[in-house]
């Protein structure tokens, strides 16, 4: 097995350990009596629940500041850990470039048509400085891509510029990648480089803790002030973000396998998968379903290369379900806040978006911690953050199974254009 190999399935092994990590109570079941909690203390205590609501900020804000490096570190580890030869690559590329758009297509277009975000009626503070702020913020994509080049190395991340980020963390990534290649031996800045993602995934682990806090806090406040009323709209919301996963899965998916392995490679496919699909729903990883994704895969005929190389290398960018979710979320933070987002900044959000994903969607609350410095990018307001949590529980299993489904999509399609004997094992190299 490969160097790269090795590392992957020892982070599985340390992620299954961390999940089998006894517990009082689950993560969701914490935010679940969070929320009930808050609801009960809001009625008590009313309008005096304001400052509750202040828990919500201070996690927020260590989740924002948290992701910038998380971004940075994971993207470099990723261009150390991972090399595709050009077909491979080509291949893959191009695949998830066509599931990513339209996961972001089917997020931006069904928040833009059953406008979620309107039925969740909130008095916030700072809407109307906020709205003529993003009005007044008129996008120049000339203007844009010149803006990802930074004017210094720290200004990204204290601006949490997630675009200007990428582009440092893909410039480091290389000559990083071209000083390994030209180095005899083990190469100690690639774990160097690991040790820092680690340390921030623990760090954010351990806010991560207190969220179900920071959702007693907002709800104790949103029904002192508002009553129950914006609760209500959150069922609007996880209700269209599954409705858009499950066109992800049940259109584009299916479109795929239909015009590559036929009607009964379909059901093959859906029988083969059935495994990766519940271990996934209770899991709530991609990245820990990994060996029983590549079980059901070998149960499918597909070869060995092509699994490897779509499910184990591509899990690095294989996240329609965490792409889709964001997409739906930010149009619907908007909407909530009265913001209308014109077609360029919806553009500009998919394209953030797509890059705040890369090389983070096996990470726990992924789609969380992208979903802020993707508001944060597009001049949004980040203070819902922690009533979005309150049934993120759902949504976090609903991408999970998205992002599984979309590795082992890419494997069956990856095995069906490229000829297995030409799939080495030499297509993946440490």
Known sequence: MHHHELQRFDQLERLKAELKTPRKLPLYLQILVGMGLGAATGVLLGPRAEVLGEFGKVIIQLIKALAAPLLFFAVVDAFLKTHIRARAAGVMLTIGLVNAAAALGIGLGISNWLRPGEFMKLKLAGNSD?????????????????????????APFMENAVLAIIFLAVLTGLALRKLKNE??????????????????????????????????GVVAKTVGQQGFAPLRGLATYLSVALLGLALQV??????????TVGVNGVRSFWRGSRDAIVYALGASSSLATLPVT????ERMGVSKQSARLAACVGSNFNHDGILLYEA??????????????????????????????????????????????????????????????????????????????????????LDHFMEPEKTTRSEVVA
């Open 130 to 154: 906020a709205a003529s702020a993003l009005a007044g913020k008129k996008i120049d994509f000339v203007h844009a891509a010149t803006g990802i080049i930074p004017t210094s190395v720290v």
């Open 294 to 297: 590549l079980r059901c895969l």
């Open 250 to 259: 049940g259109v584009v998916y299916q479109l795929w396998l239909w015009a």
């Open 183 to 216: 180095h005899q031996g083990p190469f100690v800045l690639e774990e160097v480089v690991a040790t820092l993602l680690r340390v921030t995934e623990i760090i954010l682990g351990w806010v991560i803790h207190f969220v179900p806090l920071a959702v007693f």
């Open 328 to 413: 739906m979320a930010v149009l619907f933070v908007a909407q909530v806040h009265g913001i209308h987002m014109s077609i360029g900044q919806q553009c500009l959000a998919a394209l953030s978006c797509l890059v705040a994903g890369i090389g983070i969607a096996g990470i726990p609350d992924a789609g969380l911690i992208s979903l802020a410095l993707v508001l944060a990018t597009v001049g949004l307001p980040i203070e819902i953050l922690p009533l979005l949590l309150t049934v993120d529980w759902v949504l976090s299993r609903g991408r999970a199974i998205t992002n599984v489904l979309s590795d082992i999509v890419m494997s069956v399609l």
